[in-house]
């Protein structure tokens, strides 16, 4: 046994059907500690025999994870490790094993095993050369039980994800297919194993388009049915969604998009997911969340795309007349759109900006609809991102595609409304465009972040875009602008700075509404009309103050600052508790006899402004005094003479408190029951002052802290909207020399 240092770490360890405490010296080899275990637990040591395994904890997931010398730094204070065979052992005696001539009970456990086992990396780079193999002959033989198929198939999957196993022959592939195709009735982990092993090829290949042909998401689409597994539901979303990411051809990208994105794929969705009674388990509401960003980037071209606002009326026109729009109405809207000069009808081209002033048209260009560059063919994000700021600046004359598809469809759809917004923009047109647009950017690029790179782990998905009976984006746009200048009259805004404003509480209710997940957009305009300026106004006070206090509680700059006041503020409360008992309290007349006040009578105690005599006295009558030289201890509670005898209950001596005399001869005792809970804490923390104890109140503290907050507010008043920094910054070096003449 290692006698103990800085290096050594306590585990259990075990071995041989026995569990020992051992202390493991980080510095010494594995082999040495495993030599060392062997010893302790009389276990027959042979080199390259055994190894050590890291045992989950019960919270975490059951992972088999081989102890090597790169991450043995995981062994920790109170782990737990377990002596067992090493990876090149094991999966020797796991491949002799894989043979479907021999008995039933070894198959069983090699399979099992290789299962469990290949979670770890260490075991794959053993077991892959010749264990893949052998998995490969079992699968064909079609022998195998249904857990046992199982088995080797998530033994497959670990391979593939450890990254040993890259190529897959198609008469595997193939099978799978027929596992995920087929009509008949197959076990639901083979099949979600199925699933998750076509996702990890395309993850690890980077590539789909070998799966795109081997299985079409026509032959994927019915999984979403198996309301009784989510898992297969999440597989088949994950599979869809990776088979769209890792697309490596714009056209073959954009058709699977347009599948997902179809009535068919998101009426499934929306019937068997959303919409049943079950709660969305985590894994899905991801998936879904990433298919939701995926159809959503569909939009992206539209809304890179920008067009001229006095080109829009040649192709509004035809619209307009199929409406049967009035002719003033229209008239207006020409004059308008035209009154800068040409009214020239732009075709489908896309605009780009030179350095100056100037606008050329050219071609649409063929761009990704998805993240990243992918191929010569796209359009990298920062370039969105550009087109996207050049939009913002010249918003008074541009306005997107889909801008102008969603002043469409809000005319045609909410005629009321949309007389109401033209009404509101003063019955401008332009206005009314220049409205719009900045709705969709914030609709686009704020609350719905189209065109942005899926988050991991997110989870907050949004049941409308898979709800087919209205169009999401469009419909969106329509309840957005109606809630804009319902906010814009409860602000009261008129200047162009309260315009900003109102479009970050737009941003808020949009977020906020989104985020509660509603189901139908009856139930979004709910959530929209309970979401006021007001109920904005007091989210963001509330959020404000909760940043305040955990700045206040968690930046070390605060906290030594707080270390510094708080003898100044224990001060300040001394003062304050001594000033108040030097005005005085009326304090009600105790009958200890009968455990009650006595009716109609009062007696008045105050400290002289020399802080040297308590006086009292009752009803105008003579005035006695106690000198605070002459107190000898202050008793509190039963503790008290004049509740110590009485037969009241506990809480009728909760706030009395007694004065005991050192010459009794004078008085005994000077007695209290105080009125309130606030003058008892107040008079005991004043005696205790003068008697030179420490206040013990129950309000000490929160007095302390209070008038602490108030005194770091004060102070940190010009610090408002800075960040502080967390680390101090570092002291300058000392000069060469203190010679400044």
């Known amino acids: 046994m290692q006698s103990p240092c800085s290096d050594v770490v306590k585990v259990a360890i075990q071995a041989n059907n026995q569990a020992v405490l051992f202390r493991l010296e980080q510095d010494q080899s594995l082999e040495e500690v495993i030599k060392e275990i062997c010893g302790e637990c009389k276990v027959t040591y042979e080199k390259g025999k055994f190894a050590l395994q890291l045992l989950p904890l019960v919270s975490e997931t059951q992972v088999f994870v081989y102890i090597t010398e790169f991450n043995r730094y995981m062994i920790k204070n109170g782990c737990e490790l377990r002596l067992v065979y ?9 491949k002799e094993k894989l043979n479907p001539r021999g008995s039933i009970e070894n198959l069983t456990w090699a399979l099992k095993k290789s299962a469990i086992c290949s979670t770890d990396s260490t075991f794959c780079k053993e077991f892959y050369p010749a264990g893949y193999p052998a998995l490969r002959d079992l699968l064909n033989e079609l022998l195998l039980t249904k857990d046992l198929y199982k088995k080797s198939l998530q033994t497959i999957l670990n391979l593939i994800k450890s990254n040993y196993l890259k190529n897959l022959d198609k008469d595997f592939l193939l099978q799978l297919k027929s596992i995920i195709v087929s009509d008949q ?104 969340y990433v ?53 020239s009808k732009i075709s489908q081209t896309n605009v780009s900006y030179n350095d100056g002033d100037d606008v050329s048209l050219t071609p649409s260009m063929t761009s990704s609809v998805l993240y990243g560059s992918q191929s010569d063919e796209e359009v990298d994000d920062t370039v969105f991102i550009q087109e996207t700021k050049r939009q913002e600046s010249k918003k008074d004359n541009y306005i997107s595609h889909l801008t102008f598809d969603c002043v469409i469809y809000f005319y045609k759809n909410h005629r009321d409304d949309y007389k109401i917004a033209l009404l509101d923009d003063g019955n401008n047109y332009s206005n009314l465009l220049r409205t719009c647009e900045q709705i969709v950017q914030i609709l686009c690029l704020k609350v719905l972040r189209i065109g942005n790179i899926p988050e991991n782990g997110e989870t907050n998905y949004c049941p409308l875009v898979f709800f087919t009976a209205l ?3 469009e419909e969106l746009f329509s309840r957005a602008i109606n809630l804009l200048h319902k906010t814009k009259r409860e602000m009261r805004a008129r200047s162009s700075s309260d315009l900003e404003k109102v479009y970050q509480v737009l941003q808020r209710q949009l977020s906020e509404a989104l985020a509660s ?43 030594e600052l707080k270390q510094s006041l708080e003898g100044e503020i224990k001060d300040l409360v001394k003062k304050q508790r001594l000033q108040f008992i030097k005005n005085g309290t009326e304090f009600p007349v105790w009958n200890s006899q009968r455990n009650q006040r006595v009716k109609n009578k009062t007696w008045f105690a105050f400290l002289t402004p020399n802080e040297k005599v308590i006086q009292y006295y009752e009803n105008e009558g003579e005035v006695k005094q106690m000198m605070v030289e002459n107190i000898a201890a202050m008793l509190t509670g039963r503790r008290c003479p004049h509740i110590k005898h009485s037969k009241s209950r506990a809480t009728n001596g909760e706030l009395g408190f007694s004065l005991v005399a050192k010459d009794p ?70 000069p060469p020399n203190y010679d400044f003449s």
């Not at 090493?86 to 796991?94: D, E, K, N, V």
């Not at 298919?291 to 980037?297: A, M």
């Not at 979401?531 to 930046?555: D, F, G, K, M």
Request: glycine content about 2%; aromatic content about 6%.
């Open 517 to 559: 997940q509603p189901t139908t957009f009856e139930r979004l305009e709910a959530k929209l009309g309970n979401l006021s300026y007001w109920a904005v106004r007091n989210q963001w006070q509330e959020e404000q103050i909760e940043r305040e206090r955990h700045t206040l509680a968690n930046s070390p700059a605060i906290k």
């Open 665 to 734: 001869t004078i008085i005994s005792s000077l007695d209290f029951i105080a009125p309130t809970q606030e003058i008892y804490d107040h008079w005991t923390d004043a005696i205790n002052i003068l008697l030179g104890n420490e206040m013990r109140s129950l309000s000490l503290k929160r007095d302390m802290n209070c008038l602490l907050e108030m005194e770091l507010r004060l102070r940190l008043l010009d610090t408002d909207g800075i960040d502080l920094p967390h680390d101090p910054p570092p002291i300058p070096l000392d």
């Open 185 to 288: 009735q197959i076990e639901e982990g083979i099949i979600e194993t199925a699933l998750e092993i076509l996702e990890a090829i395309i993850l690890t290949s980077g590539n789909s388009e070998f799966i795109t042909k081997l299985l079409s998401l026509d032959e994927l689409v019915h999984h979403i049915w198996s309301r009784d597994s989510p898992t297969i539901q999440s597989n088949t979303i994950a599979l869809m969604n990776t088979m769209a990411l890792k697309s490596s051809k714009v056209k073959t990208q954009r058709l699977i998009l347009q599948k997902m994105n179809s009535k068919e794929y998101k009426d499934k969705i929306y019937m068997n997911i959303i919409t049943t009674d079950s709660v969305v388990p985590p894994n899905l509401a991801h998936v879904l």
């Open 86 to 94: 090493s990876p090149p052992l094991l999966a020797t005696m796991i």
């Open 471 to 473: 169009p999401f984006l």
């Open 291 to 343: 298919y939701q960003s995926l159809i959503l980037s569909l939009a992206k071209e539209s809304y890179r795309n920008i067009i001229k606002s006095e080109s829009l009326m040649p192709d509004l026109v035809p619209c307009l007349k199929t409406n049967k729009m009035d002719t003033k109405i229209k008239n207006e809207m020409e004059a308008e759109f035209f009154k800068l000069g040409r009214g």
